[in-house]
């Protein structure tokens, strides 16, 4: 067996991964129609298995399909990397162990193949942004240009209101051309802008979901909460990841709210099984963006039928376990904290 270890140069970096669970569906309203940009409504707020086999043969997981045809079947993306936060790959089945509320499943599907993926970009064009907008924008057109093309995009831009500058695309000169004259002003409705991503994540042709957000983090104008976000990011079937471009604690002169954006990004990402990545120099974003698209098409993917068949709508925490090949040094992994079960 060959076990490949990817160096990612310039910074330790490591990425998010992106599960999806079934074909469950967010059970939010569409938003209100009342102004240019789309406006946003508040979503509404065991036993024990015999010895688990470790026998079953990998069978390749054809994103999509299995999710429509088996709903029972729980997919995870995990990233691997090692000290050095370079990207492992080349590991089997058999390196990995799934656990669901501390009792261990049966991996029944197995693939480490690059897919297509539904990506929105998240961008900040608040007046906190202005010394930072045209970096931020390189960035997301360098992320533009690692898709491969049965992948599509969407663009959120966002200041003080949330709006759907795109909707799915595969022209990456079409998003290009929609950036290139944006410019930062106003106040900061990043939570709206998450909804707002979200829902339209709803609407993807792909299995695999993921949204980036490129933002300083600070929010000061928006309807919807922290706990109204995080419980709808724990129901969705997409990854967050973000790049995120703090001031110095110091120099953070804004409301508590704004304050506290590095931490509020760090929480709603974690919950997906991604990561922040703080940029301290902005000539790094493109370098940056880059890896993340690196990192999407270098990821495993579990699947397992959980042993607790109940449909309770309960949250069910997982934890991805790993039997390292001999000689390997000890390997990080990253993947989404749980699920909520099907009501019915």
């Known amino acids: 067996m060959a076990v490949r270890v990817f160096f990612l140069p310039s910074i330790a970096f490591l990425v998010c991964l992106l599960t999806s669970f079934g074909s469950r569906a967010l059970a939010q309203e569409p938003p209100r129609d009342d102004s240019k940009s789309e406006d946003l409504k508040k979503p509404e707020d065991t036993k024990k298995p015999d010895d688990v086999k470790h026998d079953t043969p990998g069978l390749p997981v054809k994103p999509g399909e299995l999710l429509h045809r088996d709903v029972d079947l729980a997919l995870v993306n995990v990233t691997v990397t090692d000290p050095y936060n370079r990207l492992v790959t080349g590991l089997d089945q058999e390196n990995f162990r799934v656990f669901e509320d501390n009792i261990e499943q049966e991996v029944m599907h197995f693939s480490s193949e690059d897919v297509p993926i539904s990506i929105g970009v998240i961008f900040d064009v608040s007046g906190s942004m202005a010394n930072k907008i045209n970096k931020s924008r390189e960035a997301a057109i360098q992320f533009f240009k690692t898709a491969n093309p049965q992948d599509e995009f969407f663009l959120v831009s966002f200041n003080e209101r949330a709006e759907l500058t795109s909707v799915f695309t595969n022209s990456v000169e079409d998003l290009q051309s929609r950036m290139a004259f944006m410019a930062a002003k106003g106040r900061t409705a990043l939570l709206d802008a998450i909804y707002l991503g979200l829902s339209q994540l709803r609407g993807a042709h792909n299995a695999k979901?993921?949204?980036?957000?490129?933002?300083?983090?600070?929010?000061?104008?928006?309807?919807?909460?922290?706990?109204?976000?995080?419980?709808?990011?724990?129901?969705?079937?997409?990854?967050?990841?973000?790049?995120?471009?703090?001031?110095?604690?110091?120099?953070?002169?804004?409301?508590?709210?704004?304050?506290?954006?590095?931490?509020?990004?760090?929480?709603?990402?974690?919950?997906?099984?991604?990561?922040?990545?703080?940029?301290?120099?902005?000539?790094?974003?493109?370098?940056?963006?880059?890896?993340?698209?690196?990192?999407?098409?270098?990821?495993?993917?579990?699947?397992?039928?959980p042993s607790n068949k109940?449909?309770?709508?309960?949250?069910?925490?997982?934890?991805?376990?790993?039997?390292?090949?001999?000689?390997?040094?000890?390997l990080n992994i990253f993947a989404r904290t749980g699920y909520y079960a099907r009501s019915q």
């Open 310 to 330: 109940s449909h309770d709508a309960r949250w069910r925490k997982i934890k991805i376990k790993l039997r390292p090949p001999k000689g390997l040094p000890p």
């Open 209 to 305: 979901r993921a949204l980036l957000i490129i933002s300083d983090g600070g929010d000061n104008h928006s309807r919807y909460s922290e706990s109204d976000i995080k419980r709808l990011v724990k129901e969705s079937d997409s990854q967050l990841y973000a790049i995120g471009i703090f001031d110095p604690l110091g120099y953070r002169n804004r409301s508590p709210e704004e304050l506290n954006g590095p931490s509020l990004l760090s929480e709603i990402t974690d919950m997906t099984g991604g990561r922040v990545f703080a940029v301290e120099n902005l000539n790094d974003l493109p370098d940056i963006a880059a890896k993340i698209g690196m990192e999407l098409r270098n990821q495993y993917v579990l699947g397992y039928r």
